[in-house]
């Protein structure tokens, strides 16, 4: 799930559901409630630990600051030197995904239906909305905050594109992470952990009573945010009135992508087909790793 969203387009709720812990984190960040603060200040951390699954949430949760950390840096380098490849790998990763979580729904009717449609709108749109211009202040990182990790945990909706989209990801995903800037991670760790759990609530209510209709949206999520995922697009970056590359702190500001073609069949379009084969084999083989843990 680190992994994942450190990646624009890419969201650790797919894989979470692909995996069959989606439901599980999502009760258990739900959990986070006035039982659990009564625990906490009335001394009770064994009931307070089981209250809120404790256990499973600390090893989701270190996977994820690990993974972040660690691959924050592997994925600046590629990204910089090799964007076809990771781009390639990961639209292998969601296209695989659409078909994993599809089938677990129970009954395709006109409602379902539709929720796949809206879904594949919305996540779509992302592609034609133009990215904010960073902003470093206290207020707006933690509405970063809070805004990214609701769609992190949300299948096909990727926290880092909406940092994007907000201005803010090379400041946080990169820059931040990658240099352990706790003045702007802090700000956005709060108003992560306050989004993940007023959402949680009624992600679990609308889960629980509609689950094939909310598994459909949520494909629907996945199947829009392919095309973010393309693995050839030029990047466009903002300029003046005057035409003139707009920069801050040294860096061009994104605006968007432009979706291209290959021109030539060759080597790079080769490895990046051979890629996107293994994103497909690694949701195969996360799949099967998910059933066999499950079935034991």
Same mark, same amino acid.
């Given at each position: 799930?680190?992994?994942?969203?450190?990646?624009?387009?890419?969201?650790?709720?797919?894989?979470? %559901?692909? +995996? !069959?812990? @989606?439901? $599980? #984190?999502?009760?258990? /960040?739900?959990?986070?409630? &006035?039982? =659990?603060?009564?625990? %906490?200040? +009335? !001394?009770? @951390?064994? $009931? #307070?630990?089981?209250? /809120?699954?404790?256990?499973? &949430?600390? =090893?989701?949760?270190?996977?994820?600051?690990?993974?972040?950390?660690?691959?924050?840096?592997?994925?600046?380098?590629?990204?910089?030197?090799?964007?076809?490849?990771?781009?390639?790998?990961?639209?292998?990763?969601?296209?695989?995904?659409?078909?994993?979580?599809?089938?677990?729904?129970?009954?395709?009717?006109?409602?379902?239906?539709?929720?796949?449609?809206?879904?594949?709108?919305?996540?779509?749109?992302?592609?034609?909305?133009?990215?904010?211009?960073?902003?470093?202040?206290?207020?707006?990182?933690?509405?970063?905050?809070?805004?990214?990790?609701?769609?992190?945990?949300?299948?096909?909706?990727?926290?880092?594109?909406?940092?994007?989209?907000?201005?803010?990801?090379?400041?946080?995903?990169?820059?931040?992470?990658?240099?352990?800037?706790?003045?702007?991670?802090?700000?956005?760790?709060?108003?992560?952990?306050?989004?993940?759990?007023?959402?949680?609530?009624?992600?679990?209510?609308?889960?629980?009573?509609?689950?094939?209709?909310?598994?459909?949206?949520?494909?629907?999520?996945?199947?829009?945010?392919?095309?973010?995922?393309?693995?050839?697009?030029?990047?466009?970056?903002?300029?003046?009135?005057?035409?003139?590359?707009?920069?801050?702190?040294?860096?061009?500001?994104?605006?968007?992508?432009?979706?291209?073609?290959?021109?030539?069949?060759?080597?790079?379009?080769?490895?990046?087909?051979?890629?996107?084969?293994?994103?497909?084999?690694?949701?195969?083989?996360?799949?099967?790793?998910?059933?066999?843990?499950?079935?034991?």
């Amino acid at each position: 799930m680190g992994a994942a969203n450190v990646v624009p387009g890419v969201s650790g709720g797919t894989i979470a %559901l692909i +995996t !069959g812990i @989606f439901q $599980k #984190l999502i009760n258990s /960040i739900k959990a986070f409630d &006035l039982t =659990a603060l009564k625990y %906490l200040l +009335t !001394g009770k @951390f064994k $009931k #307070l630990a089981q209250h /809120i699954n404790l256990d499973f &949430l600390i =090893a989701v949760f270190a996977g994820v600051a690990v993974s972040i950390i660690t691959i924050a840096k592997l994925f600046g380098f590629l990204m910089d030197h090799y964007p076809v490849y990771l781009w390639s790998f990961f639209f292998g990763l969601i296209l695989a995904s659409i078909y994993f979580v599809g089938k677990t729904i129970d009954n395709w009717n006109l409602s379902t239906i539709i929720c796949l449609v809206i879904g594949t709108a919305i996540a779509g749109s992302f592609m034609v909305l133009k990215p904010a211009s960073e902003n470093d202040s206290v207020i707006y990182l933690f509405l970063c905050g809070i805004i990214a990790a609701c769609s992190m945990i949300l299948p096909g909706l990727s926290g880092s594109f909406v940092l994007i989209l907000l201005g803010n990801y090379r400041l946080v995903m990169i820059d931040a992470v990658n240099n352990l800037d706790f003045m702007i991670l802090i700000p956005v760790v709060i108003g992560a952990g306050v989004g993940l759990i007023a959402f949680s609530h009624f992600l679990a209510w609308i889960f629980k009573k509609y689950k094939n209709q909310t598994i459909a949206l949520l494909s629907g999520f996945i199947l829009g945010s392919l095309g973010l995922l393309w693995p050839w697009k030029n990047e466009i970056y903002l300029k003046d009135e005057l035409g003139n590359l707009i920069v801050k702190k040294g860096e061009n500001v994104l605006e968007g992508y432009e979706w291209v073609l290959p021109q030539h069949f060759n080597t790079e379009v080769i490895l990046a087909i051979v890629f996107i084969v293994i994103g497909i084999i690694t949701i195969w083989a996360t799949e099967y790793l998910a059933t066999k843990q499950e079935n034991n």
